[in-house]
């Protein structure tokens, strides 16, 4: 039974004024295999700290991070990472860019040629594995980030703001290829984005963290990542459920910013 | 100042008929020539190729006009060459007056002319004289020296051509000015014109004449290839090594804190110091020969191409080396299939620099000292005032460090395709 465990993490900087910044503070999580966790919050929550040390980037200063039972002390292929953009090698065509993590651990190319052909259909560009990075757009850029990393085959995959950089119609497409390689691949997913629409389409699980310190505001259970599976999302956003918590969890978050500004207008 | 000024001319007449042709001619409607907004878009500006063509051309028309040259129709009007004459008055000690003649013949310099001869009645005291100057010369003459008394005390030229002259005065006769000295002897300048001396610059086809003439028989025993060859092999070889050393020490700058902290200050310290303020003391330790020019170059290409390998290195998105370690890559992959790649922009952009350098470098350095070398062919040639061989050399300079600028660029083109559009 695969999982990854986040036991009571907590993560402080040092400033050099003698200061400290609490980025998190006593977060705990477990996410079981095949889970999919949207991850919400107002900027300096700490989501993306969290992120950076389940993918072993950072240390953090209390608590662990344990995937299947073992430490986290790196990164690792296990933990497979999306960026929001420019991680992929311009350096490299798609099929190349695709093949990066399986030609690191040695794998023979008929091996892993029948895969990454495989994982170009799935992400729909079969016509494409001969071209080089620039030249293909930002969505197409994005399917590439995500072939990538399902061909290295990892037990979780931590996403970044993947289609933060992507416009609105494109990013709809995505969602519905988000879904489709999650429920194809039974993958461990972590998804951090700053779009409520996007968290509670994706999100079977949806954390709400709240800054300063970073910590876990609220957890949801949904149903619309299952509802969206295979089906236009356009029509699940019109659902009435949908359309409340969409009001309760921007409503949430508008109190959250109002706070931090109230804060700062108060003299030192 | 009235070559700036014919240049600027030529610059307005060219630009001012381009538009009057332009606007006559049948349009393409590309996209940058349908923008009304050119003023202020720099993606709206490219070179204009007719533009440049016609400023090569009128580089040439300027050069060939003022050094008389056969290949431009027109020219500025030349030194005076030819026969021509003054009379003078004189009084002698008695304070009688006398006048007589003074012939000259102008000819070129080289060419063999006998002097002008003298009519043959000579009456009076002073009497006729003859003189040959070179164009562009002049001649320190006393005409008083053949005259019956001449060298009297009291004897003197008084005026020429009528004029009244005294000692320091400066009358112009019909080809050239005339200066009287202190002494008395006449200072005679025929009229230089506006054309240039060939020892100060001589016309294209001398040049291309000399070119010629040493690419077949070679400089100093030396072919010109031989001496082209030794330039760019120095050259070559220091940048290389300059490479092989530098570019890792930079990689290692960007990757370790501890070599990033060990080599900042030297390299900080060196950036700044031009090569050529290291030229002494290279000849003090390595001599004059090839060792002592290769570190020279390797030493101006070292730090170059140390700090365009450092800044190739920080210019690596941090995620990309978080991509490639999550998808398992080990250290060593990362730094061959990620940062070495990511770099190469950075390490062409400074290939680029470090070759400009040196080859500026290597001509300095044979300028001081070599046996062979193009550096060593000019200042070699300017102490014989052979200006055809120095104008020569600095073309071939010029050429040969433009070749090498396309041809990086060329490289760079075919290995780094995505250079801008990552």
Known sequence: ?268 | MIVLLLYVAIFALAFVAYRFWERKRHHLHDFASLKTVTFGDESAVSPNRFASVVSIIALFAIWGAFTGSAITPLHVPGPFVGDSSFAYTARNAAGETDEATVYMRVYRVGEDVPLPELPADQAGFAMDDALKIGAWRSVLARPNENDTGGEEDGYSVIAIDGQPIAPGDTLRFADGEITMTSKGSLSIKPDKGWQMEPIWLPAPEAVVARLGEIASEGYKNVSLWEHLGYSLGRVIGGFVIGSILGIPLGYAMGLSNWFRGWFDPIVEFMRPVPPLALIPLIIIWFGIGEEGKIILLFLAALWIMTIAARAGVSGVRISKVHAAYSLGASKWQILWHVIVPNSLPEIFTGARVAMGVCWGTVVAAELVAADRGLGMMIVNASKFQLTDIVILGIILIGIIGYGIDILIRMAEKWLVPWKGRG
């Open chain 1, 1 to 268: 039974m695969g999982n990854l465990v986040i036991d009571d993490l907590s993560m402080r900087f040092d400033l050099p004024n003698d200061g400290s910044v609490q980025a998190l503070k006593n977060v705990s999580l477990e996410l079981a295999k095949g889970e999919l966790l949207a991850v919400l919050g107002p900027s300096g929550c700490g989501k993306t700290t969290l992120l950076n040390i389940v993918a072993g980037f950072l240390a953090p200063t209390d608590g662990k991070v344990t995937l299947n039972g073992k430490t986290v002390t790196g990164p690792g292929p296990e933990r497979g990472m999306v960026f929001q953009q420019g991680a992929l090698f311009e350096w490299m065509n798609v099929r190349r860019n695709i093949s990066f993590g399986p030609d690191m651990a040695g794998r023979p190319s008929s091996e892993t040629g029948p895969v990454v052909e495989n994982l170009l259909r799935t992400v729909g560009l079969q016509d494409f594995g001969d071209k080089m990075i620039y030249e293909l757009s930002g969505g197409m850029q994005q399917r590439v980030a995500l072939a990538r990393c399902l061909a290295n085959d990892p037990d979780v995959i931590l996403m970044d703001e993947p289609l933060g950089a992507l416009d609105a119609l494109t990013r709809e497409k995505m969602q519905g290829l988000v879904l489709k390689l999650w429920k194809e691949t039974g993958k461990t997913i972590i998804l951090i984005t700053h779009s409520v629409e996007e968290a509670l389409l994706l999100g079977e699980r949806l954390l709400v963290m709240a800054p300063r310190p970073g910590r876990i505001h609220k957890e949801y259970r949904l149903p619309f990542a299952e509802m969206g599976v295979g089906r236009d999302l356009r029509s699940v956003k019109k659902e009435r459920e949908f359309a409340e918590r969409r009001e309760e969890i921007l409503g949430m978050i508008w109190d959250m910013e109002e706070e931090i500004m109230g804060r700062q207008e108060e003299p030192a």
